[in-house]
């Protein structure tokens, strides 16, 4: 096993990207990555590419070697991952594992996702494939019908409140104002969600993370030679990921996503740090009541006091925790199989001091939380900066 | 979504009759069915099992927009139903009224799902109506 160092980030702008399709995006993220790099494609040994319903969005699949041959890694291994929207989360543990192992020294982990060339239900349909096709899906249950259902019970146990889940999305607009690659740089208030239409009960229009074009490109290599290419790489402490049952009624809880639970003890105990230690942290907000959910079960809240603390500002930026700087996938938008590569970016800008106006002040350590279907996969990574 | 209808008819008994399963082994019982019992692995002695179809409501959410398929359908409500035999499933919930609840007893129902657009195939399903 050797250290890994994340060596060059890049990320296109989120949101609906009307006059680039698969490969400019992919082309655009990945030459900031390389260029922040300062690695040359010829360089590059391997490529993992998360992607999770290209075919449906847009008819193409194969889209890792695709990947390859748009940034002109001649005949270099390419292997896309789909974990649904775990699938960039996912593609970085493989490339941190071929790095780790010494396979491979220079790994491009990307994310892409194209989403808006379909019509909302068709995308509603395409991403309904990352639950229980056969006893979800096909009685009409949509992912905010999943998290609707975990959010009512939430509300039943624990007496999390519409406000609370709305001060999630108010909180992570209020991110995205700050980051030029954001979706929506608009901010918004309670009112605005709480008057938001009602999508399934009780979640509404603003508490759902948008259908959103994007890619995202990190670059691993041994920490051992990373200062070679970059002056601050940023070590990954820990990658973790464990699964659950891909039908939420079958879990053993539906107000908690036991697969985060699970991976962020084994992240914690790889990197040797607590909850109480991290800086800053990207979890992931598919809707309100996810990002209440996994402040809960990473640690950072017992179960039922995230919603007010939250909504108390505890993790606005700055605070006690900063969550979602980036905006979430709330704010920042969420092209599936970009999101969890995304959140790595944001994680080293942060460890790096190169987050502009939504810096965290003095952050050293981060962590990225990405979830795939309703909690049937969850991929936690700890970060720190290597200087 | 274009589905072939081998992908629909081989699920027909326990989509129309609530027949699952339960492991031999551990006596965990299975709705819908698996192939392998969670606890046991290779272990599993799976044997066919009917439930009663009597269980109560666990969570629900009223799906206002719902994808395509069910675009004639909207709104309709979806609950997770503990079964009285112990595993949970979601499924409509039919006939609610205004104040359906958490903790509400209901009872399987067979209904219409959906009819398919260009053919007018009718597709059949277990739902649950209030008691």
């Given amino acids: 096993m050797r250290d890994v160092a994340i060596i060059g980030v890049g990320l296109t702008k989120f949101g609906e990207r009307w006059s680039s399709g698969l490969k400019e995006l992919m082309g655009e993220a990945g030459l900031a990555a390389l260029e922040d790099a300062n690695v040359t494609s010829h360089e590059v040994e391997m490529l993992y590419g998360g992607t999770m319903a290209s075919g449906r969005f847009v008819g193409q699949e194969h889209t890792a070697a695709l990947m390859a041959d748009q940034l002109g890694f001649k005949n270099i291994p390419a292997v896309r991952i789909e974990n649904a929207c775990a699938s960039g989360g996912s593609a970085l543990r493989q490339g941190y594992i071929a790095v780790s192992s010494g396979i491979h020294d220079i790994v491009v982990v990307g994310g892409v996702e194209k989403m808006t060339d379909v019509t909302a239900g068709e995308a509603a349909t395409a991403l309904g494939g990352a639950g229980d096709q056969e006893w979800e899906l096909f009685q009409g249950i949509t992912f905010p019908g999943l998290y609707a259902l975990m959010a009512k019970r939430h509300m039943h146990e624990y007496g999390t409140t519409e406000e609370q889940m709305a001060s999630v999305a108010v909180k992570n607009h209020e991110n995205a104002y700050k980051n030029e690659f954001a979706q929506f740089r608009k901010r918004i208030s309670v009112s605005e969600v709480m008057g938001s239409k009602m999508i399934s009960d009780p979640i509404k229009l603003l508490d759902c993370s948008p259908i959103s074009d994007g890619a995202a490109v990190v670059v691993l290599a041994p920490l051992e030679t990373a200062r070679k290419y970059n002056d601050t790489p940023i070590k990954i402490v820990a990658s973790a990921q464990a699964s659950d049952t891909l039908r939420l009624a079958e879990r053993d809880s539906l107000t908690a996503i036991k697969a985060t639970s699970i991976a962020a003890q084994s992240a914690y105990k790889q990197a040797k740090v607590a909850a109480k230690d991290i800086d800053v942290v990207e979890v992931h907000d598919c809707f309100t009541i996810a990002e209440i959910m996994a402040m809960e079960d990473l640690g950072f809240y017992k179960k039922g006091k995230a919603g007010k603390a939250i909504e108390d500002g505890e993790t606005a930026l700055n605070s006690k925790l900063s969550v979602n700087t980036s905006g979430g996938l709330k704010g920042c938008g969420h092209p599936v199989g970009a999101t969890g590569v995304k959140q790595a970016a944001e994680i080293v800008w942060q460890l790096r001091g190169e987050a502009k106006d939504r810096q965290v002040k003095g952050a050293e350590i981060g962590m990225t939380h990405n979830v795939g279907g309703s909690g049937a996969t969850a991929v936690v990574h700890i970060y720190k900066r290597a200087d | ?131």
């Fill in chain 2, 1 to 131: 979504m274009e589905r072939s209808s081998a992908s629909l008819w081989r699920k027909i008994r326990p989509r129309y009759n609530l027949v699952g399963n339960e492991c031999k082994n551990c006596n965990t019982g299975y709705f819908p069915p698996r192939v392998v019992c969670r606890n046991c692995g290779r272990k599993s002695k799976m044997a066919e099992k009917q439930f009663s179809g009597n269980g109560t409501v666990y969570s629900f959410t009223v799906i206002r927009t719902p994808p395509d398929t069910f675009k004639d359908e909207a709104p309709y409500t979806i609950g997770v139903i503990k079964l009285d035999e112990g595993p949970m499933v979601e499924g409509h919930v039919i006939d609610t009224g205004a104040k359906l609840r958490i903790g509400a007893k209901v009872k399987m129902a067979f209904r219409k799902m959906y009819v398919e657009d260009d053919e007018g195939l009718i597709h059949y399903h277990f739902k649950f109506e209030p008691l």
